[in-house]
């Protein structure tokens, strides 16, 4: 596994040691699990972005939040997005989501 290194502020450092006592994990494993969580919720904010803006279809938002169309939607539906989309195009992404 390769190494990384980040400086913290003390703040945050103090706050990772206290997260990771409460997990009762070692510092390296926190931090492993807060950067998958982080990423995956960065991951879906950025699709979010661009699916509410209209840059991106349902297919291409849930290909960059790394999970189905079905979740893609499951997730768009239960934080509200809207879209201006056409039904063309959802049509459009369905087809695509049956062919992946």
């Known amino acids: 596994m390769p190494t990384i290194s980040a400086r913290l502020p003390r703040a945050e450092k103090a706050d990772l040691d206290e997260v990771a006592e409460l997990l009762a994990e070692d510092r390296s494993t926190t931090i ?22 209209n840059d991106v279809s349902i297919a291409e ?3 960059i939040a790394d ?14 997005l809207t879209s201006h989309l056409s039904p063309e195009d959802v049509e459009r992404d369905v087809e695509e989501a049956t062919e992946l």
């Open 32 to 53: 492993r699990k807060a950067l998958r969580e982080g990423l995956e919720t960065m991951r879906f904010r950025v699709a979010a972005e661009r699916y509410q803006s």
């Open 67 to 80: 999970c189905s169309v079905a979740e893609w939607l499951a997730y768009a539906h239960d934080t509200h």
């Open 61 to 63: 938002a849930a290909r």
